[in-house]
């Protein structure tokens, strides 16, 4: 078989050489006979509208134009024997007239053959069906009572229809309803709440079904939900509302939609997050929608099956979903359809039917619509698999064949036919046609063919008789021959020639390389004009001289503006009067019938360029007095800017020869100005103008004009009166420029006084100077001050009278009654009497307290003299001290001081702060862990802030979840520094808290985390049935239970006979037995301290307390578990001896023997 396989696929490859798929032109259709091809059909799955008419659409070509039947349901519809069914002249397409008949009597499977004496195609199976939309079913909803932060789903659950209806919520108002990561709705339309609230309160929840063949939309009766007014629920973990469970699975065809959901409830809303187990999603194919639920991906193909897993997460936790995807696939063809084949007789051939799918399809052949297997047998066809081969056609054989290729998931089905024609050569491109390249450009010659066999096409050059070959030429297989870069001697005339075994044809063509079409390169790629001014653009070009081409102007690759401002030259364009629109690329195109070029040019319009103006002219001095002048010129040019305005500078040739000032500004507008002058000055004027670009140059200046000196018009200003030393009075002023002086001889008149009743004034005249001394004045001195101008013409103003005060000397003076105010342990007040003024001898600048630190008040702080000091600028006579050490003598005292320094110190004085809460300790160890205890060390605090009155230590446990236990305190001495703890049950770590305290309260703590060894706990654990104390505790036990068994014979022979004694014969007391390992009295002692809560007593790991696991209740004794005392002490029921063995075949949870350790264990629970 494998032999058999290998030969026949030798065979395809050999015949994949020899045949090659002749396309009949469509010239030739008319007149060559073929066998039918199906063009046109109705889809596979026809769904009609019952309203309208049916049509099923059968459309074929072949010569003969074929004839067509149809078969309904697989037998053969008897179309003239319903009046309602016609079919289409010239075609197979039936129209049902359905206005008086039901359209479901008409659904049903349907396929149309099409035949001539060539062949039979077949149509595919077209499976009629009614769309419907029924209507929904009556029902009344009851209102939905749910408590706030629960999960809810509102099922919408719509009729069956055809196609399946489109699902969506809205209110009352055809509002759709808002949806979010908290309300979405699912594929199959249920509304989901991953948790309520109580706005969600409301009474028309409506879910809406949209049909889309009938265009009508069915509607569901309102929902109505009433979320509780109560406390809501408790928040939680998430937990997927669908798909149920840990994992599903779900199938998906190739090329299909795969639609992965998840939703998730919890409080609060869950996030959804998606991935792939087994791979990474596609992610051009992949979405998620409705908020991250849904997983969408599109164009399935087989590297999508595997698995995939969505997580829903919340501060509470997680839940996973996995979701095993198969892909499977419909049959879809590898490399198209099997192909036509026209066939010479003697030729060979191969139909291919190529295709695949999961899981793989079966292919069938049929011959004309009949099994391949029935059909006559034909030496020259041979049937392997998916290949049908064809050796030496005859004529005759003409036959249409059906590949179909199906498996559970569809099917495909597919018309080909094999046409054994008979022709000689025919040429089918026009004969000398002229072909035109441009040059260096490749040039195609075309010599289209048609033949059965199929003819051989060879190519010659103008009259030679030697064939064209090399690498000048490519020949393609349609016949066409390819020049790759033509040049002008390629020009000329070719003949080809079409060969096969029953003729020769032959046609001549013609070849022409033209020159190319060049424009002439622009210089400027850029063009800048004024607005209102034209531009021209150029566009030369160079062309073939038989080729004639066009001019086009584009604007910004649009038409041109139609306005007659823009004028078209043959090789120009002209735009006049230049706008701001104008700006823009303009492209020159130059089109002919074989190529184009092109350029383009930015044209850029800028505003009339404006410069700065001229300089004024024709500067004259008129209306000329003592004290003023009037300044009149002429404006130059604006240069397409106006004139904001003027600025006039003046030149004092007198004073300042060469020095321009600035004099006044005037508007724009005007060109004269009244100028102010002073005395004793040379005028000389200038002017500059001022528009948007800027200044203009400095006009010409204008004569010169002198004004007459005059007595000053002002004093000098900044009068001041400050001493330097302790006995002068230094006054300053600020002096008067030459523009100020109004004359030669300038000085200044210094007067002064003490401020006193009587005092008399004091002159002095000074020049080229401006302060003067006052010498041996009183310390601290007020002065009335004067400064007067004065130049050769006369005296200025009465000057204003200045108050100064003489030198400055160091305070004589100490603040009386210091003391402090002790406020707390760090703060104190300080207050004081001030300083009387004359002691002050100054400015009075403020005061200074001195303080410093003499001790402490414990016997490990040491002296501390570094002193603070705290200053109170003005008049204050109080301060406050922060930031004192508790329980520590402070020295202190206090100073005044002025702008010339401080003054002595007041009386040292002294103040205690009290005890404050003293520091952490210094540090806090785990010395050793030991099997049964924990030792702690620590040093005292550094700042004892104090007598320290003892230790606080706080300790929890600590379970790996890293959640604190019961706090326990203990209470320590002050000379304490190390305890030992024994080792609690609860956690293998702890956490340690230390503080010291004093009177004043417990200062800051220092922490410590220690953990135990599990070699430690296990040591404990294992070993402690070994222990002596452990031994004499069992002993005592045993003791016990025999003492209380005494006294119950004692009570039941006091009270009557009790049964007991028949329990106790066939029961044992199982405390008296031997202690061995197999008899299962002692077990091996488990403490699994990492399951066991911190808080609270201690349960079973099933969440339920048994009776029969507390080993040392007298309860234990008692029949049923009721026992009870009698008045006079005697228990009342029967003993019930319980054996451990049988406990322990029940189960791990009761594997437990009685043993002390329990018994401590359930006291501890509770403690």
Not at 104 to 127: D, L, M
Not at 788 to 802: D, H
Request: charged share 20%.
């Amino acid at each position: 078989m494998e032999k058999r396989r290998m030969d026949a696929a030798l065979l395809v490859l050999i015949l994949g050489h020899l045949a090659i798929a002749l396309e009949v032109p469509l010239d030739l259709l008319e007149i060559l006979p073929q066998p039918p091809t199906i063009t046109h059909q109705s889809p596979k799955d026809y769904i009609i509208d019952p309203r309208e008419n049916i049509t099923i659409h059968c459309e074929a070509k072949g010569k003969p134009h074929p004839s067509f039947s149809w078969t309904k349901d697989g037998t053969h519809f008897r179309i003239e024997e319903d009046p309602r069914v016609t079919m289409k002249p010239h075609s197979g397409t039936l129209v049902v007239d359905i206005s008086m008949m039901r359209a479901e009597n008409y659904e049903g499977v349907f396929q149309c053959t099409a035949r001539n004496n060539h062949g039979t195609a077949v149509s595919n199976n077209i499976v009629i069906r009614q769309s419907r939309s029924p209507l929904w079913s009556k029902e009344k909803n009851r209102p939905i009572v749910v408590q706030e932060g629960v999960s809810l789903v509102l099922p919408c659950r719509p009729p069956a229809g055809l196609p399946p209806p489109i699902v969506f919520w809205m209110d009352n108002n055809f509002q759709k309803l808002p949806q979010s990561r908290r309300v979405s709705q699912s594929l199959n339309g249920d509304l989901y709440f991953s948790n309520v609230r109580r706005e969600d309160s409301r009474n028309d929840y409506i879910c809406y079904a949209r049909f889309t063949h009938t265009q009508t939309i069915q509607q569901k009766q309102p929902i109505t939900v009433r979320v509780l007014n109560q406390a809501p629920m408790d928040e939680r973990k998430p937990t997927f509302l669908i798909p149920p469970g840990s994992s599903s699975s779900m199938r998906v065809l190739r090329g299909h939609v795969l639609e992965m959901e998840c939703i998730a409830e919890g409080l609060p809303t869950p996030e959804v997050s998606w991935s792939k187990v087994s791979g990474e999603l596609p992610s051009r194919r992949t979405s998620f929608l409705h908020f991250n639920k849904t997983l969408r991906i599109t164009k399935v193909s087989e590297s999508d099956d595997g698995v995939y897993r969505c997580t829903a997460r919340n501060q509470f936790g997680s839940v996973d979903h996995t979701i095993s995807v198969s892909v499977k696939a419909a049959p879809y063809w590898i490399s198209g359809p099997p192909k036509n084949l026209v066939l010479a007789p003697g030729e060979n051939g191969v139909l291919t039917c190529r295709a695949s799918g999961i899981p793989k399809p079966l292919i069938t052949w049929t011959m004309n619509g009949i099994p391949i297997e029935n059909s006559p047998t034909d030496e020259s066809r041979k049937v392997e698999d998916d290949v049908i081969i064809f050796t030496d056609v005859q004529t005759g054989s003409s036959a249409v064949y059906q590949c179909n290729v199906s498996n559970e998931y569809g099917y495909l089905l597919s018309n080909a036919f094999v046409n054994v024609l008979s022709e000689p050569p025919r040429v089918m491109t026009p004969s000398n046609k002229i072909y035109q390249v441009i040059k260096n450009h490749p040039a195609l010659l075309d010599c289209a063919s048609f033949g059965s066999p199929l003819p051989k096409i060879t190519w010659f050059r103008d009259l030679s008789a030697s064939t064209l070959n090399g690498d000048n030429y490519i020949f393609h297989d349609n016949g066409t021959i390819e020049i790759p870069v033509a040049q002008a001697q390629n020009s000329g005339k070719y003949m080809c020639v079409a060969t096969n075994a029953l003729g020769i044809s032959k046609n001549h063509v013609h070849l022409e390389v033209k020159e190319p079409t060049r424009i002439q390169k622009q210089r400027e790629k850029t063009k800048t004009v004024q607005k209102g001014r034209s531009v021209v653009f150029e566009c030369k070009v160079n062309h073939d001289e038989t080729l004639f081409p066009t001019m086009t102007w584009l604007k910004d690759n649009g038409e041109l503006p139609d306005e007659e401002r823009f004028v078209v030259g043959s090789d120009s364009l002209t735009i006049v009067d230049v706008t701001e629109s104008d700006a823009g690329m303009y492209t020159c195109i130059m089109n002919t019938t074989l190529d184009h070029d092109s350029a383009t040019t930015e044209l850029n319009v800028v505003e009339a360029i404006p410069e700065k103006p001229d300089p004024p002219t024709d500067l004259e001095l008129t209306d000329q007095t003592k004290r003023s002048v009037q300044l009149t010129w002429t404006p130059g040019d604006e240069h397409n800017s106006p004139i904001q305005k003027f600025l006039i500078q003046y030149e004092d040739s007198l004073h300042h020869r060469g020095h321009w000032h600035n004099l006044t500004e005037v508007p724009g507008t005007m060109t004269t100005a009244h100028l102010k002058l002073s005395p004793y000055v040379h005028y000389t004027f200038r002017v500059f103008a001022l528009n948007a670009v800027g200044y203009s140059n400095a006009s010409s200046p204008s004569k010169m004009y002198k004004t007459d000196p005059a007595a000053p018009d002002e004093n000098p200003a900044g009068v001041h009166g400050i001493g330097t030393e302790h006995d002068n009075l230094v006054i300053s002023w600020k002096p008067l420029s030459n523009l100020q002086s109004n004359g030669p001889g300038l000085h200044y008149k210094v007067s002064w006084r003490q401020k006193k009743l009587g005092a008399e004034w004091a002159t002095q005249n000074v020049s080229s100077n401006s302060k003067f001394t006052v010498s041996g004045t009183p310390t601290f001195s007020p002065y009335e001050i004067k400064v007067q101008a004065v130049n050769n013409y006369g005296a200025g103003p009465e000057p204003a009278v200045v108050l100064g005060f003489s030198g400055e000397d160091l305070p004589i003076g100490t603040p009386d009654n210091v003391k402090a105010v002790v406020i707390n342990s760090t703060l104190a007040k300080i207050l004081w009497d001030a300083v009387p003024h004359n002691s002050i001898r100054g400015h009075l600048k403020g005061y200074k307290v001195y303080y410093w630190r003499k001790h402490g008040m414990h016997k490990h702080n040491p002296d501390h003299m570094e002193k603070d000091i705290l200053s109170f600028s003005g008049n204050h006579t109080h301060g406050m001290l922060p930031g004192l050490h508790p329980f520590s003598a402070y020295l202190f005292h206090v100073r005044v001081y002025n702008g010339k320094g401080e003054g002595p110190p007041s009386p040292t004085q002294h103040f205690k702060t009290p005890e404050g809460a003293p520091g952490p300790p210094t540090s806090l160890e785990v010395a050793k862990t030991d099997l049964d205890s924990l030792t702690l060390n620590w040093s005292p605090p550094l700042e004892h802030n104090g007598h320290i009155t003892g230790y606080t230590l706080k300790y929890q446990p600590v379970n790996n979840s890293n959640e604190l236990g019961p706090e326990e305190e203990l209470a320590l001495a002050a000379n304490e520094t190390s305890v030992t703890l024994p080792i609690l049950k609860y956690s293998k770590r702890y956490k340690f808290l230390l503080s010291a305290k004093t009177s004043s309260g417990a200062g800051p703590a220092v922490s410590q985390e220690a953990a135990v060894s599990d070699e430690a706990v296990a040591s404990r654990q294992v070993d402690i049935a070994t222990q002596g104390w452990f031994i004499g505790l069992m002993c005592a036990i045993a003791l016990l239970i025999l003492i209380l068994l005494i006294i119950c014979f004692i009570q039941r022979n006091k009270g009557g006979k009790y049964p007991v004694k028949e329990k106790e014969d066939a029961h044992t007391d199982p405390e008296f037995q031997p202690m061995k390992d197999d008899d299962c009295t002692f077990v091996e002692y488990s403490d699994n301290e990492d399951h066991k809560p911190l808080k609270g007593s201690r349960t079973p790991s099933n969440g339920t307390v048994k009776r029969d696991d507390s080993d040392d209740s007298l309860v234990d004794y008692g029949e049923g578990g009721d026992g009870q005392f009698n008045e006079d002490g005697s228990f009342i029921g029967q003993y019930s001896g319980k054996s451990s063995c049988r406990d322990n075949a029940e189960g791990p949870e009761s594997s437990e023997a009685p043993s002390p350790i329990n018994a401590m264990n359930s006291l501890n629970s509770f403690v």
